[in-house]
């Protein structure tokens, strides 16, 4: 480890630790999810226990709030990816065995009016099956059908509520990724898409979400955009300084989470750079919690162990 990290690393737990009182969220860019993975990675660098306890804390905290059902769609998401890294890696068990039988018990009575007056209430439960079950169950199955039947059951992307569109977009590209399902998934993706930027409330969409949902590129956007008289707010999205800063934080915590591994343990050389270029101009500025500290601080454990 380099030592000239140590101190601001330290650091950055510290602030952590003080300000977790006044977290409410358990998302993974802006909450307590974020934190517990930061703390796990600095825990096993610098072989402290105590950090290691209040991650294991902090995941004892988030289930007792999964089970009261407390998530929104991106909360719910970003829930699903961090849980499956922390699997992975090995610092949480898998044990859902017995949630994921009382989920099937309870899909098998839901028919498609019920999901769509209650997506929310299913929403985590969706984005658990597709993360953290990897293989093909009836489980998955039955959720699956559950949703496309809703989808099929409406004639166009409008008479959706708009969260339920984020949620159908995000099921339905990890959907397609099952061969099977790819057609079906694919062709309902691309007509959500067409009719999602005619509807009025997309001049007030979040662009990382509708990324992250749809998997469609800046270039799309703006094409897109300009074609229903957005393109001011497309290239403001794109060109804001700060939203930079902040993209920066969340493609981190992205490229951590999915292709750290891919790199043998190493974070993208492009995302290292970023790290030795801004992290103290960041820390400078006493970035807050909802700035993405933990993000920073975890990029900067793996960009010292890839040194």
Do not use: W
């Amino acid at each position: 480890m380099k030592k000239g990290y140590k101190e601001e690393l330290y650091s950055i737990s510290n602030t952590l630790l003080l300000n977790i009182q006044n977290v409410n969220s358990y998302s993974l860019f802006e909450g307590k999810l974020g934190i517990a993975i930061y703390y796990y990675n600095f825990a096993s660098c610098y072989n402290n226990e105590l950090y290691h306890q209040y991650a294991n804390d902090i995941i004892k905290d988030l289930f007792a709030n999964l089970k009261a059902n407390k998530f929104d769609l991106l909360d719910s998401i970003e829930m699903s990816i961090g849980v499956s890294y922390l699997i992975k890696k090995k610092y949480i068990a898998n044990d859902f065995k017995v949630m994921i039988s009382n989920i099937h018990k309870s899909l098998l009575l839901i028919n498609s009016n019920y999901l769509y007056r209650n997506h929310r209430k299913l929403t985590y439960i969706g984005v658990f099956l597709l993360k953290i079950i990897r293989k093909n169950s009836s489980t998955k199955e039955a959720l699956i059908n559950k949703v496309l039947a809703v989808y099929e059951s409406m004639h166009y992307a409008s008479h959706l509520p708009e969260n339920y569109i984020d949620f159908l977009l995000y099921f339905l590209t990890n959907v397609g990724q099952v061969e099977k399902h790819k057609q079906k998934a694919d062709s309902i993706i691309h007509r959500i898409r067409v009719e999602y930027f005619k509807l009025n409330h997309l001049k007030n969409i979040n662009y990382d979400n509708f990324c992250l949902m749809t998997n469609i590129k800046t270039d799309f956007y703006i094409k897109e955009s300009a074609k229903n008289g957005l393109y001011d707010s497309a290239n403001h999205i794109k060109n804001n300084e700060e939203d930079l800063v902040n993209r920066f934080v969340k493609k981190n915590i992205y490229n951590l989470l999915f292709d750290i591994e891919a790199s043998n343990g190493k974070i993208p050389i492009n995302i290292s750079s970023i790290v030795r270029d801004k992290q103290q101009i960041l820390i400078e500025k006493n970035i807050t919690l909802n700035d993405g500290l933990a993000g920073i601080g975890l990029a900067m454990l793996h960009h010292v162990d890839a040194k």
